[in-house]
């Protein structure tokens, strides 16, 4: 039994390190090329350790388009997009979690089934709204539509469902209303969910490339992605450069993963989400 149990342990444990390998790789790939010469990285077989480290490319990067602005757009439209998420998903979910009112189930269930809609498909109605207000190149067409999440209630919901109501109920003898205790109390024991919620929602608003390509036509508002797939020449691409650029755009998202993993497994778990 001794055997059997070390043995499924091991099995167990090549699979993580097999899986963490090849996950990590397109990684080393990438950071490799992006340390290479125009010529390097055409080698055939290829060379993961450059003969010739160079940092040029990260160099070229920044004076082939003006990067450091796409940069500075994706981290205000990302941050801004996602504290007002936060803030809104936190309010949405523990309304449905705690306040009995009529129809909350059916709104809720119905507000959920979005989920099935397909992002693209309110791509034009979204468009169209934002061109009515005359809102297109602006900031607020590319935060407004990220500050609201089906997931993200959903989220916030299951959470604070899971927290004891006796802590609401000793508020309300002592005179607090909703706003106060949620403010006061829910707000304090949410860290772990609303720490969650921050890393999915700026990773997908750092990431989103299609939304700002259709609301965007200068550059002054151009977020990191369509920097960088401005970079991508029509018949050749310096890779090189390219993957520079794709180094420097991860490290925010790196940077926000490492700090909050603790508080994204907490949340996932006091969540139930598998």
Not at 37 to 45: E, K, L, R, W, Y
Not at 134 to 147: D, E, H, R, S, V
Not at 167 to 178: I, K, N, P, S, T
Request: aromatic share 18%.
């Amino acid at each position: 039994m001794m055997n059997k149990s070390r043995f499924k342990k091991l099995i167990f444990y090549v699979i993580l390190i097999l899986g963490s390998v090849a996950m990590l790789l397109p990684f080393l790939w990438m950071l490799s090329t992006s340390l290479k010469t125009s010529d390097a990285t055409m080698i055939f077989p290829p060379e993961w350790i450059p003969k010739e480290i160079t940092l040029d490319n990260y160099k070229e990067v920044t004076t082939a388009m003006p990067m450091g602005r796409f940069f500075l757009n994706s981290i205000f439209v990302a941050l801004t997009s996602t504290f007002f998420q936060v803030f809104i998903c936190a309010m949405a979910g523990y309304a449905f979690a705690r306040i009995d009112f009529k129809g909350r189930e059916v709104l809720f269930y119905i507000y959920l089934g979005t989920l099935m809609v397909p992002s693209q498909v309110t791509l034009t109605p979204l468009f169209i709204i934002m061109n009515l207000f005359k809102w297109t190149n602006t900031y607020q067409a590319l935060i407004l539509p990220g500050m609201f999440s089906a997931f993200g209630t959903f989220l916030m919901r299951q959470f604070f469902k899971g927290i004891p109501k006796s802590l609401e109920e000793a508020a309300f003898m002592d005179g607090a209303g909703y706003i106060t205790i949620f403010f006061k109390i829910i707000i304090h024991l949410a860290k772990p969910v609303f720490a969650t919620l921050w890393i999915f929602g700026f990773m997908a608003s750092w990431n989103n490339f299609l939304w700002p390509l259709i609301i965007t036509s200068d550059t002054t508002h151009m977020t990191l992605p369509l920097g960088l797939a401005a970079l991508q020449g029509r018949w050749t691409t310096d890779w090189n450069v390219l993957m520079a650029g794709t180094m420097i755009s991860i490290f925010p998202i790196l940077f926000v993963y490492i700090f909050t993993q603790k508080y994204i497994i907490k949340g996932m778990t006091h969540t139930g989400l598998k």
